[in-house]
C-alpha cells in the first residue's frame, strides 16, 4: 500500500482495539493502547497505538491527538528500560509499504537493545510464545508510572 488510501477497519489492530482479536495488553489509558508485538524484533517489543484514530500513518493523523500519542510513548518507553534493563532503545514508526509499514493503523515500536544483540527482523521473525509474551508484558506494566 502506498502513503495515500483509506482506512481499513478490518486491520488487525482495529480489530484487537475493538476486542475481536486478542493481545498481550501492556497498558492503555484514555488515548492510547500498549500491547506486545507477536512477532518481536527483540525481548519486550512493544507497538503503541492511538486508540480513537482512524490514521493509516503519522502524516494522516490529526494534529491534535499526537500530543497524547507521543506521551503514550515516552510512558510505554520508559516503563520498559526500567523492566528490561536494556543498553538503548529503538523508537520507529513507518509510513507505506516501501517503508516497511505491514499494518495500517498507525502505530509506533518500542525496541530494547542490548550490545551485542543482532535486530531481529522486521514483521518477518517467528511468532512469540505467548506464556513468554505475558511474563513480558506484566513486567513492563509492573513498571507504567
Ligand atoms: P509495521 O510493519 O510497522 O506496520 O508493524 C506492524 C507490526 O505489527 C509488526 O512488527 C508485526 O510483527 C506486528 N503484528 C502483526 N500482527 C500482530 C498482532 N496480531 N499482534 C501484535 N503484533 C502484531
Same mark, same amino acid.
Given at each position: 500500500? !502506498? ?9 488487525i489492530f482495529a480489530k484487537i482495539l475493538r476486542g475481536e482479536a486478542p493481545s498481550v495488553r501492556v497498558f492503555e489509558d484514555e ?67 516501501? !517503508? ?46
Open positions: 500500500m !502506498s502513503l495515500d488510501g483509506t482506512y481499513d477497519d478490518g486491520n488515548h492510547v493502547f500498549a500491547f506486545m508485538d507477536v512477532f518481536p524484533q527483540a525481548k519486550g517489543h512493544t507497538l503503541v497505538i492511538p486508540k480513537h484514530s482512524t490514521a493509516r500513518n503519522l502524516l494522516e493523523e490529526e494534529p491534535e491527538r499526537l500530543a497524547s500519542l507521543i506521551l503514550g510513548v515516552q510512558r510505554v518507553t520508559r516503563a520498559v528500560r526500567a523492566a528490561l534493563n536494556p543498553d538503548g532503545v529503538v523508537v520507529t514508526q513507518f509510513n507505506g509499504a516501501v !517503508s516497511g509499514q505491514t499494518v495500517y493503523h498507525l502505530h509506533f515500536h518500542i525496541i530494547p537493545r542490548w550490545d551485542g544483540q543482532p535486530l531481529g527482523r522486521h514483521a518477518g521473525g517467528g511468532m512469540a510464545d505467548m506464556e513468554e509474551l505475558k511474563a513480558v508484558a506484566a513486567q513492563i506494566a509492573a513498571k507504567i508510572s
